[in-house]
């Protein structure tokens, strides 16, 4: 296993953990003394936790991969190894995926935050995405899955504050991209994973989404929920003035000036300039959704299946002409 401190210099010229963000890989990079980096995709999860000692896992990745992350685990902490638990940043697909099944595997609770209940129970549904923020991640969310997932009696509620297993962490509520999104945060290094409440990644970029590039930047815009929350969230993680930053997308960054950065990168954050959620947020409460503003009009769909049409038309034109010729 190959272990890294992930300096900006380290990362930005290394075609190997850019390549891992969009591959699969089993190897779990160090940017801190006892937290382990792992891309699932596009997607990051993380461990808490030296080897020999108690661990637990941070996020589930995207669904099918729980083989993946335990051979990586396995990799890390020693054959037959498992977490004290499990923690959700949030209950979005790319997070939850392989929760239940590694949950039934190592036979652990996993935890998030009350109000993700619903969308994690098979309750409620999350509000759905808003594709016409515009940009890379906003495009492609029209092909995303929308279900939601149910954990079962594997789920449980996070206590205030408190991380379950591990001292010196603790938990923060960072709601906007989601009603319950948490982010984790130990004050003795000033090491932050934010989860989803920002990215370091631009995911509204094509060359940003295809490259990885290490960015200070929103994340995944279309599935923000409200963005008031979203930009309050993003101002209390930077008052914490991180050391070292993982994000739920991204490569990890750690750098002198990254306290500054992202005290900068919160002041000038801006929501995008129309969407569903940007004047007025969805509506929820303990059970799930309970209001949603309209959803605007959206012409890709039309525009996707005219094009489907007129290409099913062209290639039945095509046939009926050799039927011709016949």
Sequence with gaps: MVEH??????????????????????????IAPDV??????????????????????????????ANEIVEAAEARF???????????????????????ALAEKWDVFVYAHRLEMPYLTGKSPYPPADPTVGGAIA????????????????????QPGKVPGMT???????????PGHISLFRSSDRVLLAGDAFATMNMDSWSGLLTGRQTLARAASPFNIDWQATHSSVQELASLRPNVVG??????????????????????????????????????????????????????PLATAASLVLVGIALGAGYLDNEKRR
Excluded: Q
């Excluded at 401190?5 to 160090?30: G, N, P, Q, W, Y």
């Excluded at 929308?146 to 954990?151: E, F, I």
């Excluded at 603790?170 to 906007?176: C, E, F, N």
């Design 78 to 100: 020693g054959a037959g190894s498992r977490p004290d638990g499990i923690i959700l940043t949030h209950g979005h697909a790319d997070h939850v995926g392989s929760a239940l």
């Design 139 to 158: 495009f492609l969310s029209r092909f995303f899955p929308t279900h939601s997932h149910n954990l079962g009696e594997h789920l449980h509620p996070l």
């Design 5 to 30: 401190l992930l300096a900006k210099e380290d990362v930005a010229s290394s075609s190997l953990v850019t390549r891992s963000i969009f591959t699969m890989t089993k190897l779990i990079t160090r």
């Design 247 to 300: 994000c739920g997308h991204g490569i990890p960054m750690r750098d002198a000036d990254l306290p500054e950065r992202v005290e900068a990168f919160a002041e000038k954050f801006r929501a995008p300039r129309h969407g569903r959620y940007v004047r007025r947020p969805a509506r929820t409460d303990k059970n799930g959704i309970v209001d949603l503003p309209p959803a605007p009009f959206d012409p890709v």
């Design 168 to 178: 010196g962490w603790r938990w923060i509520a960072t709601p906007g991209h989601s």
């Design 36 to 65: 382990g980096w792992l891309p699932i995709s596009f997607a990051n999860i993380y461990f808490i936790g030296r080897p020999g000692g108690k661990w637990i896992l941070v996020d589930a990745g995207l669904p099918g991969r």
